[in-house]
């Protein structure tokens, strides 16, 4: 398949992706039309593609969502060039993706968060993954979420979801506190053996995150909570915080390329506490 | 005089600025004994030194305020080595220092924050400095704030003032935002011209931290507010976590060098939002 036709079928996909978890996210919320929408262009006067962002604040069951799709493309920087691969002969690239990060009212509901993307320089590869960070021990829960994703990938390839689970923890990890992040889930990137299959999978990490934040979601959002719990959360969410702004590198690619800010940082927490 | 002892007076100094700063915060709060104190090792087997920090919360001026001071000394791992002067021939440190940050309750008050520091290496070298950052836009605390510093610095040295303004100007700023932090101050490092001079220099700026700070807060910790001046200042302090994370020097140096993290992330805010 040409190259062209295949990165408009994966940002189609995550464009109708972006639908469908927004109109999931309202049906949750039983309420229309409520994401603010945002659409942002990378070049200022060169056409070097852009995105839009949505997101939705203060709801009955989400304190804060957002659902980011991009399709961005041009030439890296001398800096950024030699850390992505494929870049050696000519430094264009084009990448896409969408990335959904849910900070949620009730905090016995984990703060959850997912990305698919494809990136394209003189090869193309597809990245991603998910994870969810509860503010408190939830065995149960944990147990039931990994099995979640053990199956799912193993309906691809039997060796996914161990692998990419590491990934997950290696890299959701704060060196200085000594900490995980949240609970893990996967994360894989670097994905090009062959496009039909890794497409297929990236379609069911999607479909997988929709599901699985949906059954959450009910079980959870109802559960009482007081206070001190709502405290917890948002010391979590300091933690969270310290994460994306100190390692996450969906970041410093974002901030370093020139990405639209907003959409960037959408990813903070609405209000984070530090003791 | 022999390099022990200059060691052994600025770190003297630094710990008395520790205990003048503190007692003056405890009577602008009018209350005695407010500070929690910990002490922390660097090294777990082997003597690195250590430092107390001192923090306090969810007073009447203060949200949040914690002064810090630290005598730490070892030898840099070989990736840290080579980004500090004078570690050619050997990669051991001694560095001691304070910094305060203050974080206010009245949103017309701004955050304060002020570090001075003497590191030495083959040889030794103060730095430091102090900035400000309201969360509106204050024409004539700003003209009266510049004008404190300037008095201060041409006694030490005409040329001061202008160049550690622009270096506090250039250190302080947010290049993925395109905006400062605040209102600048001054800011200094590699300063070895002179020991003498430049120790007095280095006390002189606490000093003036001192009062600068109580005079801002006597003028403005009773001037009303609303939630929403409130609000505005929980965005500002978004920001503040965003340089400290993303660019501060310090914050890296500390996490990197296996300083106390507690201590480290003690510029954080209470509580921050983002939008």
Redesign the interface.
């Known amino acids: 398949m040409n190259e062209d036709i295949k990165k408009n079928i994966v940002k189609n996909w995550f464009k109708i992706l972006q639908n469908v978890i927004c109109r999931d996210i309202e049906e949750i919320e039983n309420k229309k039309n409520i994401f603010k929408s945002k659409s942002w262009l990378r070049g200022k006067s060169k056409n070097e593609g852009g995105g839009e962002f949505r997101i939705y604040?203060n709801g009955k069951v989400f304190d804060k969502v957002g659902v980011n799709f991009s399709e961005v493309y041009g030439t890296f920087s001398k800096k950024f060039k030699n850390k992505i691969p494929g870049t050696n002969k000519s430094p264009k690239f084009w990448a896409s993706g969408i990335s959904v990060v849910m900070h949620m009212k009730n905090p016995n509901v984990p703060a959850m968060h997912f990305n698919t993307r494809y990136i394209y320089t003189s090869h193309g590869w597809f990245g991603g993954g998910m994870d969810i960070t509860p503010s408190k021990k939830d065995i149960v829960l944990k147990k039931w979420y990994h099995e979640e994703l053990k199956q799912m990938c193993d309906q691809h390839n039997k060796k996914y979801y161990k692998s990419y689970k590491k990934w997950c923890d290696d890299y959701f990890y704060l060196?200085?506190?000594k900490e995980m992040r949240g609970i893990g889930g996967i994360f894989f990137d670097y994905k090009k053996k062959n496009w039909e299959k890794d497409f297929s999978f990236v379609r069911d990490v999607g479909i997988t995150f929709k599901n699985i934040y949906r059954q959450i979601i009910l079980k959870k959002h109802k559960v009482k909570w007081n206070k001190k719990d709502k405290e917890t959360q948002?010391i979590k969410r300091?933690r969270y915080?310290?994460f994306n702004?100190?390692y996450d590198r969906g970041t410093k690619f974002g901030?370093q390329t020139g990405g639209n800010?907003e959409g960037?940082?959408m990813s903070?927490?609405?209000?984070?506490?530090?003791?």
Do not use: D
């Open positions: 604040e060196p200085h506190r948002y300091g915080v310290e702004l100190l901030l800010v960037i940082l903070l927490p609405p209000l984070a506490k530090w003791k």
